[in-house]
């Protein structure tokens, strides 16, 4: 067994992450940043973006700041949503986690309402939004775990601090043993699940925003508490779909991951951003089994997620 493990993990993992409370944390995430993120002072306007890793966060993100602007797509020109945006459990220099300040030093100075995002499971949150009785808002976004687990796979490759698998079965392995870096995807998401009819908590599900954005913008302007008007939730939904998204450098990560983080190989944090991608990577093996599992862990929970696109996606719906 690797030292501070409490099961036996790739040296990869070995190399990149601890585990705290049994979560495979990154460095990246380090213990000193969780203990402050426990007792982080939540104000009452906060507003949470909360999601298990490639669910959509930066997606979620940039459609919470083009909100927050009105639709002016010009106010994030020159800036970045992800730096506007503390990531709470996160050093600001990757490339130095050990000595590096804490992106939370930011979050506590900033002035409210403030826009936080964090990954970490409830026990991780600050204490309080991490109940059934969350005291400020959270958007919670979930993503099918099979697409969520490829694109983890492939983020793992992309940026250094990562652990860098050697292989899809090793990763697969890792992911049904919810070792994977922040754990569980089950861990993660049924707590919020559980909570989504709380006037605090907005549960949306990445499928959904794929079939209708429109929607998706307008559910979330309302949790923030805006009006915006038919032609204003259009010109946000046309600059938040993956491939504007992805050409625009104050929304595609790319374009801030410096070369010292990046792995390189021609990959793209903007990768594919579609539903049913996992059928390219899972054996009918890995299948049953996941599928076992998920059966298991989502029973009487109703949550129903959805693995594959049923309609083609239509861009002129808006
Ligand atoms: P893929 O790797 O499957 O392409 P996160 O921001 O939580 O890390 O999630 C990243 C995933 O969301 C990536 O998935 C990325 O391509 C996808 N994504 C980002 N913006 C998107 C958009 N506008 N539409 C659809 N998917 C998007």
Not at 97 to 126: G, N, V, W
């Amino acid at each position: 067994m690797n030292a501070g493990f409490s099961a036996k993990v790739p040296a990869c993992v070995a190399e990149t992450c601890y585990e705290h409370e049994g979560v495979i944390v990154p460095n990246i995430m380090p213990l000193r940043a969780l203990k402050r993120l426990r007792n982080f002072a939540v104000r009452p306007d906060d507003l949470f973006v909360v999601t298990y890793p490639k669910s959509g966060t930066t997606w979620a993100e940039h459609l919470m700041m083009l909100i927050r602007f009105n639709g002016n797509l010009n106010k994030l020109e020159g800036k970045h949503v992800l730096k506007l945006i503390p990531f709470l459990e996160h050093v600001k220099d990757l490339a130095n986690p050990s000595t590096s300040a804490l992106q939370i030093d930011r979050a506590e100075r900033l002035k409210s309402p403030r826009i936080l995002k964090s990954h970490c499971h409830p026990p991780f949150l600050p204490l309080d939004i991490s109940t059934d009785d969350p005291k400020a808002k959270v958007l919670y976004v979930a993503r099918n775990p099979k697409d969520t687990a490829v694109s983890l796979y492939h983020f793992c490759h992309y940026v250094g601090p990562m652990p860098s698998y050697e292989s899809w079965d090793v990763f697969f392995e890792e992911y049904l043993a919810g070792r994977t870096p922040q754990g569980s995807w089950f861990d993660n998401v049924l707590p919020w699940w559980r909570r989504r009819n709380h006037p605090n908590v907005l549960f949306l599900k990445y499928e959904d925003m794929i079939k209708d954005l429109p929607t998706a913008v307008r559910q979330i302007a309302h949790f923030m508490g805006k009006s915006l008007s038919d032609d204003v939730i259009k010109r946000i939904s046309r600059a938040s779909t993956f491939k504007a998204m992805k050409n625009n450098p104050s929304s595609n990560p790319d374009s801030i991951i410096s070369p010292a983080i990046s792995r390189g190989n021609n990959q793209s944090f903007m990768r594919k951003g579609i539903i049913g991608d996992w059928k390219n990577y899972f054996t009918a093996d890995q299948n049953r089994k996941f599928d076992e599992l998920y059966e298991k862990k989502m029973a009487g929970t109703g949550l129903v997620m959805q693995f594959e696109a049923k309609a083609p996606f239509i861009p002129s719906l808006y």
